[in-house]
């Protein structure tokens, strides 16, 4: 055989040894023992009835789509997990102090540049930016420390997503030049949620009457964004780590 076609085979197996997993998983929402080859002594459980075969066969057939859906996502989730861990590690030697004080001196030394050269508004922007990111960066070590999926899902990824995401637009508060070109951005990310993500309920119009896009409003807006992505994020580590543990 040769190396492309043995390549190929262990891609394929591979693949195949995740959507069987993703499928055991979906069983397992209704039926015990279905992951893997199940309890070790009385192996992957079946029905023993009729109408217990039927509504098995009948959730089995019911997750073919679920497993066409999730399995891209968990694609995702391996190359999110592959960079994520790697920065596990880097955190882990560094420890909340550590990162805090990392976030800290960077910051500092960009905040006393700035207002070396800068004027008071640039120096202003590299200030707030600063203290977001420093603020965010820890907890986000905080919360990845504490350890347990849940904590690191909701807590962890959200609060990285808004050291990378609020830093930059607090800057552009301050500073016409970044604000040139970080704000109208927001605009138009802003107009597209408005359009496709939020005109369930009238939402969309509720918040066009009620709020104007300025000043701190594009920081309750990042920080609107960071979150749910942050979610998402975590969302799909943890399917990576469900169909891939390893």
């Known amino acids: 055989m040769s190396v492309g076609s043995s390549n190929r085979g262990g891609v394929t197996g591979a693949v195949r040894i995740d959507l069987r997993r993703l499928h055991e998983s979906w069983m397992e929402l209704l039926f015990p023992r279905q992951r893997g080859t199940g309890h070790s002594v009385l192996g992957k459980w079946t029905p023993n009835t009729t109408s217990g075969w039927i509504a098995y066969r009948l959730w ?3 997750g073919v789509p679920f497993v066409a859906v999730l399995y891209p996502l968990a694609l995702f989730g391996f190359m999110a997990r592959f960079y994520s861990r790697r920065i596990d590690r880097v955190v882990a030697g560094l420890g909340v102090a ?10 500092g030394a960009l905040t006393v540049l700035a207002h070396l050269r800068f004027t008071r508004t640039g120096f202003l922007a590299v200030l707030a930016a600063g203290v977001i990111g420093v603020l965010a960066a820890g ?3 905080a919360f990845s420390r504490i350890g347990g999926r849940g904590t690191s899902v909701i807590l962890a ?15 552009a508060l ?3 030049a970044l604000g ?15 359009d496709n993500l939020l005109t369930v309920g009238g939402l969309e119009t509720y918040l066009r009457d009620q709020y104007q896009l300025a000043g701190a409003a594009y920081l309750g807006m990042w920080f609107g964004i960071a979150v749910p992505l942050g979610w998402l994020l ?6 990576a780590d469900l169909v891939r543990p390893s």
């Open 60 to 62: 089995s057939a019911l």
């Open 157 to 171: 990824y959200p609060a990285a997503m808004t050291a990378i995401f609020l830093p930059p637009v607090a800057a």
């Open 180 to 194: 040139d070109l970080v704000l109208p951005g927001s605009e138009s990310v802003a107009i597209w949620v408005l």
């Open 139 to 141: 907890a986000a070590t």
């Open 234 to 239: 975590g969302a799909l580590v943890a399917l």
């Open 98 to 107: 550590g990162v805090v004080v990392l976030a800290t001196v960077v910051w």
């Open 174 to 176: 301050y500073s016409p």
